[in-house]
């Protein structure tokens, strides 16, 4: 063990000499670590899903109510766009970019076009309706199969006509039946996109295959989508009738939907469900553990430690997971007193603390500014047998770059691989943050490839600060290329994504691509917020932009009636 922790402790000592920075709340996946580390530990019944919509796979062109020069494309060819490609990009297939006004649009059409490329650019239009779009694929040729519906279902997953529409085609295509995964894909979809008569419809689609084809799997994303959207009466709802699908109300079922009501932040929800069916469906210690996190979650802690007594009752001894979820709760408090104590209690009833623990802990610290105590925290877990894992790396390389310390950042990373820890997706997204954060462009596009190279799929979150950076620094042939590179990863632009590309976009003075995005948001069927969307009008105004401004105003409207529907 000693071995193992030993490559850290050069910095951990040295941690005094350091200047400290000041913490700041602005990297949201950061912030959300104490949830991402609640569910590694806490087997929830589904994990949480990546997002988009998949319609701007490059940065669209400027439409004629917004065109600023006689440029045909500004987005690829700007005398602002001044970044400089890493010598060898990943993305170009080994070859030397000479010019950074090099179109990287051009080097990445040189790749070997495939066919869920091509149904992707004729799905990427604007269609009416899925029937508009299935119509559109007719006369596609292409070899459909499960693993490449599969992945249009991701490309599309925030974009439902064409994704619905798709689905349609290729199934009238096919030989044979889509798989249960495939049809609870796109329930899930649908799910996303608000579409919940559709979401029926596809399960009711399901139930007619017969062979078990809705699946606690189904009803779980079903569950998850309708808690999402606050329809909490009617995930209940969905729960009471899984029988009329062949489904039995058991407790991994009423798990899954307290679960997904508890992660909806509806605790008291959660909370009915338990007493309605408790007498009939016996709850065991995972019943209680989404209960007690639900009320830690909701600021309730006195609610939390009843439920802890409740689960005693019912002969459940509280385990890791629920003292857990009151450290998180102490710890976003930032009562470390409290935290020390709860450390104890587990100590004294024989119920030691696990890495998640640890890391909840140190983050908190950490963001407290109180690095030293922070970094003490890896001394102690390792000092009590326990071996740090990923998530606890990860914790460790944001606290240290926070701290302003990038060198010891870059080395605790360095060294994950050597004590057996490979870095997940959390640490890499954490690693380009930083290196977008104190413009390290070329270090940031480095460490996508290093991820890509290492086999670990990026996220929303890998490509957040990137697309932020550019529009921060103007670089807009390189946010043509990340939009596109996301497209081709399966991460798809959902409504936050958007909103980033219209404020940074404002920010820097872009107008002209601010309304680009805008509008796609539009079309896609998202709602923008009234701030976004006053933010960009204002802009416009200030800059005499009339037309656009005009533009703007029928997308508000429009926007405005889809949020009524």
């Not at 290492?454 to 950076?469: E, F, I, N």
């Not at 997308?555 to 529907?565: D, E, H, P």
Request: aromatic share 10%; hydrophobic share 35%; charged share 30%.
């Amino acid at each position: 063990m000693a071995s193992k922790v030993k490559p850290l402790n050069g910095f951990l000592h040295c941690s005094g000499s350091k200047n400290l920075i000041v913490f700041r709340d602005g990297i949201q996946y950061v912030n959300g670590l104490c949830n991402i580390l609640y569910n590694s530990f806490c087997d929830m019944t589904e994990s949480p899903k990546t997002d988009d919509s998949s319609t701007a796979t490059e940065s669209p062109e400027i439409p004629s109510w917004v065109k600023f020069s006689e440029k045909d494309n500004p987005l690829l060819d700007d005398p602002e766009d001044e970044f400089s490609i890493p010598t060898v990009p990943f993305w170009a297939g080994n070859r030397k970019i000479q010019d950074h006004r090099t179109d990287i649009k051009s080097i990445v059409s040189d790749i070997a076009e495939t066919d869920v490329d091509r149904i992707s650019k004729v799905l990427k239009g604007q269609f009416q309706s899925p029937d508009d779009a299935m119509q559109t694929l007719n006369g596609c040729s292409v070899n459909v199969s499960e693993s490449l519906a599969d992945q249009i279902l991701k490309r599309f997953s925030y974009d439902w006509k064409p994704a619905l529409g798709f689905f349609k085609w290729a199934k009238s295509l096919m030989g044979f039946k889509f798989s249960a995964d495939l049809y609870n894909s796109l329930v899930d979809v649908m799910g996303k996109c608000r579409k919940f008569d559709l979401m029926w419809e596809v399960v009711e689609e399901m139930d007619q295959l017969g062979e078990g084809y809705v699946s606690l799997d189904t009803m779980a994303k079903v569950f998850r989508r309708l808690a999402r959207a606050q329809r909490y009466k009617d995930a209940i709802e969905a729960f009471r009738k899984m029988e009329r699908y062949g489904l039995m109300k058991h407790v991994e079922a009423m798990n899954s939907l307290m679960d997904a009501l508890v992660k909806g932040n509806s605790v008291e929800h959660a909370q009915e469900v338990y007493l309605e069916y408790k007498n009939c469906i016996h709850p065991n210690s995972h019943t209680f553990n989404i209960l007690i996190h639900g009320w830690c979650k909701a600021r309730q802690i006195n609610k939390a430690r009843d439920t802890m007594e409740e689960m005693e009752n019912h002969g459940f001894v509280p385990d890791v997971i629920a003292y857990t979820s009151v450290i998180d709760y102490y710890c976003r408090e930032k009562d470390f007193r409290k935290v020390d104590e709860v450390l104890q209690e587990m100590e004294e009833k024989g119920c030691p603390p696990n890495a998640v623990t640890y890391t909840i802990v140190m983050h908190a610290l950490g963001k407290a500014k109180e690095i030293n105590e922070a970094l003490k925290v890896y001394e102690k877990m390792t000092q009590r047998g326990c071996v740090p894992d990923c998530s606890f790396y990860s914790s460790l390389i944001y606290i240290l770059s926070k701290a302003g310390r990038l060198k010891d950042a870059r080395e605790v990373f360095d060294d994950m691989s050597k004590q057996g820890v490979s870095p997940d997706v959390v640490t890499y997204n954490t690693m380009i943050t930083t290196a977008c954060e104190h413009s390290q462009e070329e270090n940031a596009l480095q460490l996508l490839r290093e991820m890509e190279k290492s086999g670990c799929k990026p996220d929303l979150r890998t490509y957040a600060p990137l697309l932020k950076m550019c529009c921060r620094k103007k670089r807009m042939k390189v946010l043509s290329f990340l939009l596109n590179h996301m497209f081709e990863s399966d991460v798809s632009l959902e409504l936050g994504t958007y909103s980033l590309l219209v404020h940074g976009l404002c920010k820097s003075g872009k107008l002209e691509h601010a309304c680009v995005f805008y509008e796609a948001m539009v079309l896609r069927g998202f709602v923008p917020t009234d701030f976004t969307s006053e933010m960009l009008r204002k802009e416009l105004e200030k800059m005499g932009m009339e037309k656009a401004k005009a533009r703007i105003g029928e997308l508000i409207l429009q926007a405005g009636s889809q949020r009524r529907v």
